[in-house]
């Protein structure tokens, strides 16, 4: 069973940094395509960045050049480096991966396109 796990939410003032984390198990063969998604009190599901195999990435305007995502594959973690923080980047952050390869395309931004998403980690900028 694949599972997905988030960490690294955390209360921060505007204009801080955190750094999220998402550690993955149970994969029989390594995921092509792990993004960062996130869901505010009352909106949709919006991407805000993900990262294919072979190291393209892909970033919501919202968040340039502010975040940064990477992966360690070695490790099997996924990361999301976020700097100066606002208040709009409230929300619950999930990560998700899936097998399925997309290249030349950037990975979706439509997380029902993923196979498995994490239980999430909460960011609150005040």
């Known amino acids: 069973e694949v599972q997905l796990v988030e960490s690294g939410g955390a209360l921060v003032q505007a204009g801080g940094s955190l750094r999220l984390a998402c550690v993955a198990s149970?994969?029989?063969?390594?995921?092509?395509?792990v993004g960062w998604f996130r869901q505010a009190p009352g909106k949709g599901r919006e991407g805000v960045a993900t990262?294919?195999?072979?190291?393209?990435?892909r970033y919501a305007d919202s968040v340039k050049p502010r975040f940064t995502i990477s992966r360690d594959n070695a490790a099997n973690t996924l990361y999301l480096e976020m700097n100066n923080l606002k208040p709009d980047d409230t929300a619950m952050y999930y990560c998700?991966?899936?097998?399925?390869?997309?290249?030349?395309?950037?990975?979706?931004?439509?997380?029902?396109?993923?196979?498995?998403r994490g239980q999430g980690t909460q960011v609150t900028v005040s």
């Open positions: 998700a991966a899936t097998p399925i390869y997309y290249s030349p395309d950037l990975c979706p931004f439509t997380s029902s396109r993923y196979d498995w």
């Open positions: 149970g994969y029989s063969e390594r995921p092509n395509c």
């Open positions: 990262i294919d195999s072979d190291g393209n990435n």
